[in-house]
């Protein structure tokens, strides 16, 4: 392979177009956004001197923990008839939850990149001096957050994967969309507050001391994300007709099934040997109670921000429906974002007590 060819496989082009804007009024006239943007510049962190990267990482151990899970999950699809994992045996089932747990830190780190990159758009997309002055700060967010998974996978798992196509696939749509809203709703809402979910499961499992900080950092960072989406949109959207807000909908339905995807791990399965359709076909076809689970809890964060803005139960309960078919409209009425995210702030509190 030339070196060209590798560095077309690195780089990925997304084409889009919309408006840079300009505003020229300063006046600062959104208190919640102001607020946010005050607790963003003092609760900045510092990947190279507030986490200890001399703390020795056994990466079969932290396979055991936060893959654990994961396996569970998987191990379930091994009783069904024509399952491509009917072979496995105590190995097999040990090296999943090492790749397992590089696969979705690997996922993470890719995440953070699109996080990056649709912040900054957000930057030259959004039409108020509160909310580009706050973006600005994600950017700085973002960046290290991707600097931060990188540097574990290199220096304590030892090898990454490639993007996962659903997550590919999340983060092009959204880029290549020209409607400022799209960045927020698609980002900020549903793939950070994902994150966000998946980030607190993996914290109170894990005991392995760097990634545990890091954790506490990152979601620390990834509150103050979701409730900026929270706080924009609830404004915006007060203004759209049912017919724009049946196209957000039905756009959050969308990345919220394609994220779903996202935790089969067919990269990792593609690595093994195993053809990754027929995992998902197995999926399907035993939902395992483990499976249910996993899933369902990963949408604590959205459902509660979805209510709201408004989009639950606009154009007739169209979102509303959708999530009570898939099992998570449970989540209503839990703490939107909004609200919670200066309990998640662990970097003031750790400044505080030093």
Not at 105 to 113: A, C, I, L, P, V
Not at 216 to 229: P, T
Not at 284 to 309: H, R
């Amino acid at each position: 392979m030339t070196s060209t060819e590798e560095k077309l496989e690195t780089i990925h082009a997304v084409s889009a177009e919309f408006d840079t804007i300009f505003t020229w009024d300063y006046g600062r006239s959104r208190g919640s956004l102001v607020k946010l943007y005050e607790k963003a510049k003092t609760s900045q962190w510092n990947a190279s001197t507030d986490l200890d990267w001399s703390i020795d990482v056994d990466p079969e151990k932290v396979g055991r923990e936060l893959g654990g899970g994961g396996v569970q999950r998987f191990q379930a699809l091994a009783e069904a008839e024509g399952s491509p994992v009917k072979h496995f045996g105590d190995k097999d089932w040990e090296r999943v939850s090492i790749e397992l747990q590089n696969s979705l830190m690997s996922q993470f780190m890719h995440g953070e990149q699109g996080a990056l990159l649709c912040t900054a758009r957000i930057v030259e997309t959004v039409p108020w001096i509160d909310a580009k002055y706050y973006a600005a700060t994600q950017v700085m967010d973002e960046a290290r957050h991707v600097e931060v998974f990188a540097r574990y996978l290199s220096e304590k798992l030892g090898s990454q994967y490639g993007i996962n196509d659903n997550l590919k696939g999340i983060l092009d749509d959204i880029l290549g969309d020209p409607r400022w809203d799209i960045a927020y709703l698609g980002m900020q809402i549903m793939v950070e507050g994902l994150a966000l979910a998946a980030f607190g499961l993996m914290h109170q499992i894990t005991t392995e001391p760097l990634v545990k900080k890091m954790l506490r950092y990152v979601m620390s960072d990834e509150a103050r994300h979701v409730a900026f989406g929270v706080l924009s949109l609830q404004e915006y959207y007060k203004e759209l007709t049912d017919a724009e807000m049946r196209e957000r909908q039905e756009f959050a339905f969308d990345v919220a099934c394609r994220l779903q995807r996202r935790f089969a791990h067919a990269e990792m399965w593609a690595k093994m040997g195993i053809d990754p359709e027929a995992v998902y076909r197995t999926m399907d076809a035993v939902n395992p109670p483990a499976q249910q689970m996993f899933q369902t809890l990963l949408f604590s964060k959205i459902v509660p921000n979805c209510k709201k803005l408004g989009l639950l139960d606009a154009s007739g309960g169209w979102l509303r429906e959708r999530f009570t078919e898939i099992g998570v409209i449970q989540f209503e009425d839990f703490t939107d974002t909004g609200e919670e995210y200066t309990e998640l702030d662990e970097v003031a509190r750790d400044r505080e007590t030093a």
